[in-house]
């Protein structure tokens, strides 16, 4: 069925996509069965592309195999990603962006001093103090307030950013988010004996031609251990402030840090950018790399191990697969069976984890951080590769941050690959317990049979395709009967009333 819908051109790559996560999910609670289908694919597609370029496989998402690989990956190391590198993705994530806090961020464009993305850089960064408010919430009706809670903020951080600080710090410390959301909540701080309102901007606001600059806490003349306190917009005696944000030309009707002028002139004048010194923006993201580097070093470790411990049953396992398949197609080339595996694992599997945290954790995904992660992500898989880069001046700054330490992990890597291989290999037994004990996990997440009545609106599309290709390639009768008794099996269901 495969190899029949995937020869139809109307058959694209969402379809290919699709169709092997209708399998997986469909086949999760076999998974040893799934497997031998993976493997079954995956030697087709070894011997359709023998005589092309060998070190181009499983690089794309071409093939349903490729993506059923990805889920098959998924699913087997989920239980070593959250019991071994959870922890240590949550920390790295967690130091990240705590150190992006650290300094300014421009509210309307999202740019930061501590990056790790040149693209990200905040370099017009303005002089800022750290300041620590005591927060009080408003409890009930009757004006009483909660203990205060230390905040740590910034004198340039608007009001909406004060408010993601307050949240941010509430979830820290007691392990659950505020009741009230982010939208329904109004800030006040006070003054002389009285609290004043905290908005985004106000008759007070600064002007330039036609942008207004949002308020900060700097522009309200918030003091250093000043007290806020924390409304709901739904019992705050005044209406609630429509947030600027969903203005639809947000970003062309205000500014934070990033000064208009100057700003409209480095897009009329690109080339200026180009003047900026590139060791004066390497500077500034060294610094977050250095404050970085031991989270990204235990991260990266916690992947590909150390020489005292053993590879998770599922990467042995289809590794040992990979050199068998070599040896079968003659592949004596070390470097053909190196790039398999990477593209097998850490390209199609791993690049994934680090670059999308909120897969595994409650949280939100900045663009910022996505640049930075972005980073991280490119320094993971420049440590597998084979080929010695030659940096320039003009070599692309994330490229020269990790410079000195991708040499260091590349000897890293060659060790973990030379320990897998080496390590006793995984009998039939031992991974079909695995693979039962990994299926039971994922007992009752799925439903097997929305997935079936999926896959069978492939099948109806293209019957006559598959039946051909069955009678082609000589499949026994039992299996053209199977397929028309699928077919009539949903094809009386979608007849009752009741289905």
């Known amino acids: 069925m495969v190899h029949a819908l ?18 997986t999910v469909a086949l999760h609670n076999k998974l040893s069965y799934l497997t031998d289908v993976m493997e079954a ?31 098959w990956m998924a ?48 370099w017009q960064a303005q002089d800022f103090s750290s300041l620590k408010l005591k927060v009080l919430f408003a409890v009930g009706n009757d004006g009483e307030v909660s203990e205060p809670l230390e905040v740590k903020a910034l004198s340039c951080d608007t009001v909406e950013q004060v408010k993601e600080k307050i949240l941010s710090t509430f979830k820290a410390k007691f392990g659950f988010s505020y009741s009230t959301t982010f939208r329904d909540l109004c800030l006040e701080y006070e003054k002389n004996g009285s609290f004043v309102p905290l908005q985004e901007v106000d008759a007070s606001s600064e002007v330039i031609g036609d942008v207004t600059m949002l308020n900060t806490l700097k522009h309200y003349k918030v003091p ?25 030309n947000f970003s062309g009707k205000y500014f934070h840090l990033i000064d208009p002028d100057v700003d409209e002139d480095k897009r009329k004048n690109p080339e200026r950018k180009k003047l ?20 990204v070093e235990n991260l990266f470790r916690s992947i590909w191990g150390t020489p005292y411990t053993k590879a998770p049953h599922a990467v042995k396992y289809f590794f040992d697969f990979l050199d068998r398949q070599a040896d079968a197609m003659r592949i004596t080339e070390p470097d053909v069976l190196h790039i398999w ?40 898989m420049d440590s597998f590769s084979l080929s010695e880069t030659q940096l320039g001046k003009h070599a692309p700054t994330n490229k020269l941050l990790y410079a000195r330490d991708i040499p260091i ?31 039971k996990k994922h007992e009752n997440e799925f439903d097997d049979s929305v997935a079936l009545r999926e896959l069978y609106k492939f099948i109806r599309q293209y019957f006559t395709e598959i039946k051909e290709k069955l009678d082609k390639n000589g499949a026994p009768s039992e299996l053209v009967e199977q397929l028309h008794h699928v077919r009539n099996s949903f094809d009386g269901l979608q007849s009752c009333s009741w289905n």
């Open 6 to 23: 995937e020869e139809q051109r109307s058959f694209t790559i969402k379809d290919k996509c699709a169709l092997a996560s209708l399998l």
């Open 409 to 439: 992990f590349k000897q890293e890597v060659k060790a973990y690959y030379k320990q897998v291989r080496e390590q006793p290999p995984v009998t039939a037994s031992e991974f079909k317990d695995f693979l039962q004990q990994e299926s």
């Open 276 to 295: 900026k010194l590139k060791e004066v923006h390497l500077t500034k993201l060294l610094s977050t790399k250095v404050a970085l580097h031991s989270f």
């Open 75 to 122: 699913i087997c190391l989920y239980g070593f990603l959250r019991e071994s590198v959870g922890q240590q993705l949550f920390l790295m994530v967690s130091a990240l962006t705590q150190q992006i806090a650290k300094g300014p961020v421009d509210c309307v464009t999202e740019k930061a001093l501590y990056t790790l993305s040149e693209d990200w850089l905040l």
């Open 224 to 248: 250093d251990g000043a007290t806020v306190k924390v409304l709901s917009a739904k019992t705050h005696p005044l209406s609630p402030q429509r947030s600027v944000r969903d203005d639809e």
């Open 341 to 380: 595996k990477t593209n097998s694992l850490p390209l199609r599997f791993w690049v994934n984890i680090i670059k999308n945290p909120q897969f595994m954790f409650d949280m939100e995904k900045t663009p910022n951080l996505d640049g930075c992660l972005s980073v991280i992500a490119q320094a993971f």
């Open 41 to 71: 694919l995956l030697k087709d597609l070894m011997q359709q592309n023998r005589g092309a370029q060998p070190k181009l496989l499983l690089r794309r998402t071409e093939f349903i195999v490729e993506k059923l690989l990805t889920n």
